[in-house]
């Protein structure tokens, strides 16, 4: 059975979900200020910067390279009928703004997406606002991407 | 240098990509967090596995917690955590960040680690660009 409420395909997501909330709070990268600490180029020089982040993604992407090496000698994944491939490959201009607005917010607050959520664990100050905005703003966005996507067609 | 942490670092580092290589194997989806989470409300129809997956997103971090405790901030025996700025300065950081993953399709995880680990062109600018930016926005910002 392949569908998306079957138990198999349920089960890999809570695996995989667990997997990766471990990982962020082992990484330690749940901590704003680490992130931080890695984004503060300024502090190279004092000795006071954190490389931990590059390790962190470093390391997933080398692990995450087997999964899809092994993935290409497959047509199908295990619980699905097809690997959801991004159907965007050209560069265009939403991809460009959208990584300067995600730059500018990261860079203010540490806080990525992935992290966002495994904080509730933890339920620091402040993070349901978080939570929210991130909510907001994500929901604007597809009214954004509508009207950008629309404009291209029209042009 | 006194917070680095190598080991720490590689380890969870590993994890989150044995996630990401599971959940591509498995049932072949992206674990981008914030595709995952901008995803949650309809039109979307598979909002159950999103939704089993934050959850379990949450628990992880708990249980690791308990598990592992002391490692930095988090859980029994650590530093209680504490998000950076007022709440009018987290709430503009939330929003930019919202708007800009659904926009830019996708964060750390989805453009970072799954985008640069498929060759993908379009996640290696957006990686770029995002850390470029924030790295600016930092030593703009002086919040550190």
Redo the contacts between chains.
């Keep these: 059975m392949k569908n998306?409420?079957s138990l198999?395909?349920?089960a890999?997501?809570?695996?995989?979900?667990?997997?990766?909330?471990?990982?962020?709070?082992?990484?330690?990268?749940?901590?704003?200020?680490?992130v931080?600490?890695f984004?503060?180029?300024?502090?190279i020089p004092s000795?006071?910067?954190?490389?931990?982040?590059a390790?962190?993604?470093?390391?997933?992407?080398?692990?995450?390279?087997?999964?899809?090496r092994?993935?290409k000698r497959?047509n199908?994944?295990?619980?699905?009928f097809?690997?959801?491939e991004?159907v965007?490959?050209?560069?265009d201009a939403?991809?460009?703004?959208?990584?300067?607005?995600?730059?500018?917010?990261?860079?203010?607050?540490?806080?990525?997406?992935?992290p966002?959520?495994?904080?509730?664990?933890?339920m620091?100050?402040?993070?349901m606002?978080?939570?929210?905005?991130?909510?907001?703003?994500?929901?604007?966005?597809?009214y954004?991407?509508d009207r950008?996507t629309a404009k291209q067609v029209t042009a | 240098?006194e917070?680095?942490?190598?080991l720490?670092?590689?380890?969870?580092?590993?994890?989150?990509?044995?996630?990401?290589?599971?959940?591509?194997?498995?049932?072949?989806?992206?674990?981008g967090?914030?595709g995952i989470?901008?995803q949650l409300?309809p039109p979307a129809n598979?909002m159950?596995?999103?939704l089993?997956?934050?959850?379990?997103?949450?628990?992880?971090?708990?249980?690791?917690?308990i598990l592992?405790p002391g490692?930095?901030?988090?859980?029994p025996g650590g530093e209680?955590?504490?998000?950076?700025?007022n709440?009018l300065?987290?709430?503009?950081?939330?929003?930019?960040?919202?708007?800009?993953?659904?926009?830019?399709?996708g964060?750390?995880?989805g453009?970072?680690?799954?985008?640069?680990?498929?060759f993908?062109?379009?996640s290696l600018?957006?990686?770029i660009?995002?850390?470029?930016?924030?790295?600016?926005?930092?030593?703009a910002?002086g919040?550190?």
């Design positions: 998306s409420i198999p395909y349920l890999v997501a809570a695996l995989s979900g667990t997997l990766f909330g471990s990982g962020l709070y082992i990484s330690q990268m749940i901590d704003p200020l680490k931080l600490r984004l503060d180029f300024g502090a000795g006071g910067w954190d490389p931990s982040l390790f962190v993604i470093v390391a997933a992407i080398g692990v995450m390279y087997i999964g899809v092994l993935s497959r199908a994944p295990l619980f699905d097809r690997f959801h991004p965007a490959k050209q560069l939403p991809l460009v703004i959208g990584a300067v607005l995600f730059g500018i917010g990261w860079g203010m607050s540490g806080i990525c997406p992935g966002a959520i495994t904080l509730i664990a933890f620091p100050e402040n993070l606002m978080f939570l929210g905005a991130l909510f907001v703003g994500s929901f604007g966005g597809t954004v991407q950008l | 240098m917070s680095f942490s190598p720490g670092a590689l380890l969870g580092g590993a994890m989150i990509g044995l996630a990401s290589a599971l959940l591509w194997l498995g049932n072949g989806r992206i674990a967090i914030s989470f901008g409300l598979a159950v596995w999103r089993v997956f934050l959850g379990a997103m949450v628990a992880g971090g708990f249980g690791a917690a592992i490692l930095g901030v988090g859980g209680p955590v504490q998000l950076v700025g709440p300065w987290i709430v503009v950081s939330g929003l930019l960040i919202g708007l800009g993953t659904k926009i830019g399709n964060c750390t995880s453009h970072g680690v799954c985008g640069l680990a498929r993908s062109y379009r600018i957006a990686v660009v995002f850390f470029v930016v924030a790295i600016v926005t930092v030593a910002t919040v550190v």
